[in-house]
């Protein structure tokens, strides 16, 4: 059992839920008479991006609609994180110097021994899939990318799918639930942001 009393199945159960619940929030959930079979929108493949980069520099806005994702459910909330701290990393210090995000947009939480909670600033997040790099090559890959659509101006061709070397961004029904690795879904919202746009 952990510090508190909980133990780390129920503290990953609520992570779950609270996942989806910010990811519900942010979004908003999308009006059903707005819904139509043939509306489409943007999304990644997390199974085919292969972490190029391009999702942060590539995108029409500002400040890309691409933001990591955390699958807590498929997470080993390990002590060592290949997408929390950089591979020549000599110990386990987590000082900025040896942490992966340039942004410091993941923090770091105690579970219990030993175990660790990463968590996501979306809004200090630019895409950059530096984590989802050494999630996927060193633990279970539960960091991965995808574009958020209460962020994303849903662009008739979206300009990093245009350039992306993976063929992993393509357009699917609004109908169909968020491609997103773990267990939960999330139905995406059609709401564009009112953000500027650098092009
Ligand atoms: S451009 Fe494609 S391969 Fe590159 S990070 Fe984005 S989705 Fe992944
Ligand atoms: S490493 Fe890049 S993709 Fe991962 S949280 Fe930081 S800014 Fe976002
Ligand atoms: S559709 Fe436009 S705003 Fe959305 S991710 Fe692609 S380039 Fe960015």
């Known amino acids: 059992m952990g510090k508190d009393g909980h133990s780390r199945r129920d503290f990953i159960q609520t992570s779950v839920r609270a996942s989806l619940f910010i990811a519900i929030g942010g979004l908003g959930a999308l009006g059903a008479s707005r819904a139509t079979a043939s509306h489409t929108v943007w999304q990644i493949d997390p199974f085919k991006c292969t972490q190029c980069g391009r999702c ?8 890309s609609a691409v933001k990591c994702i955390h699958a807590y459910d498929i997470c080993g909330y390990c002590d060592l994180c290949g997408g ?83 063929e992993a961004i393509s357009r699917i029904s609004i109908k169909k639930p968020y491609l997103i690795k773990g267990k939960f879904e999330v139905i995406p919202s059609v709401e564009p942001p009112k953000s500027s746009s650098k092009k």
């Open 56 to 63: 942060a520099t590539e995108c029409v806005m500002a400040e």
């Open 84 to 166: 929390y701290l950089k591979p020549d990393a000599n110990d386990r210090a987590t000082g900025g110097e040896n942490q992966l995000c340039p942004t410091a947009a993941i923090s770091r939480n105690f579970i219990e021994e030993p175990y660790f909670e990463y968590v996501i600033d979306e809004a200090l997040c630019i895409g950059c899939a530096k984590c989802v790099k050494g999630c996927t090559a060193f633990g279970n890959g539960s960091f991965h990318l995808q574009i958020r659509h209460d962020r994303c101006l849903d662009c008739n061709e979206c300009a990093i799918a245009r350039v992306c070397p993976s």
